[in-house]
């Protein structure tokens, strides 16, 4: 098993647990638990292989992620009563999984070749799109769009490092986990300290 691999389940175990809290706040039963798992975990990575016309999807080639994120759904079912505060589980198991994937898709496209801003698009869409969907289904207001917080930017900016990285002739698997750094950091910054970006604020016409 590859480094980019070990990414992927890292990506998939983490995800499929933040997809079952969303799950256990909506109140679903152990099948829907399962979907919003599987949804999360795989989501971002399927169209990142879509879009980098690689065949076989990653979770179609190697089902072991499926079970592997409905594992963590039945985990999270039958214990996430025990949690004081689901919420605060949920946004730092998130900003790993972003984390992780960011760095996963980041891989992904280079192992290909592709340009530098197809590499920094794949890894963007890699972290951000699982979340993304998880948070639609569930009529949660999406946590990539939440306001006063970085989320898009921290997978932005992890990519582009790793990048840079891989062009200043950086081992890879070291470009990628400064991409993962990079992003975590970001993310928990926003998170602990309030770190953002300026909000658009509206002002009255000029006559």
């Given at each position: 098993m590859n480094g980019l691999a070990l990414l992927d389940y890292a990506s998939v175990l983490v995800f499929a647990l933040t997809g079952a809290l969303v799950a256990s706040r909506a109140q679903l039963d152990l099948v829907g638990f399962a979907f919003i798992a599987c949804l999360t975990a795989v989501g971002g990575?399927?169209?990142r292989d879509v879009l980098l016309n690689r065949h076989p999807v990653f979770w179609i080639g190697q089902p072991d992620y499926i079970l592997i994120a409905v594992a963590a759904a039945v985990l999270v079912f039958?214990?996430?009563?025990?949690v004081e505060s689901r919420y605060n589980w949920l946004i730092w198991l998130d900003s790993f999984a972003l984390s992780i994937a960011v760095a996963a898709g980041t891989g992904a496209a280079l192992s290909l070749g592709q340009s530098g801003t197809i590499v920094v698009l794949m890894g963007v869409c890699t972290g951000c799109l699982g979340g993304l969907m998880r948070d639609v289904v569930c009529n949660e207001v999406p946590l990539v769009l939440k306001q006063g917080e970085l989320y898009v930017s921290c997978a932005f900016a992890g990519a582009v490092t790793a990048v840079i990285a891989h062009r200043l002739g950086v081992d890879e698997l070291v470009a990628l986990a400064t991409c993962a750094l990079i992003c975590w950091a970001l993310r928990a910054g926003s998170l602990?300290?309030?770190?953002?970006?300026?909000?658009?604020?509206?002002?009255?016409p000029r006559h």
């Open positions: 990575g399927t169209v039958f214990t996430a009563h025990l602990l300290f309030g770190w953002r970006l300026p909000a658009y604020k509206s002002r009255p």
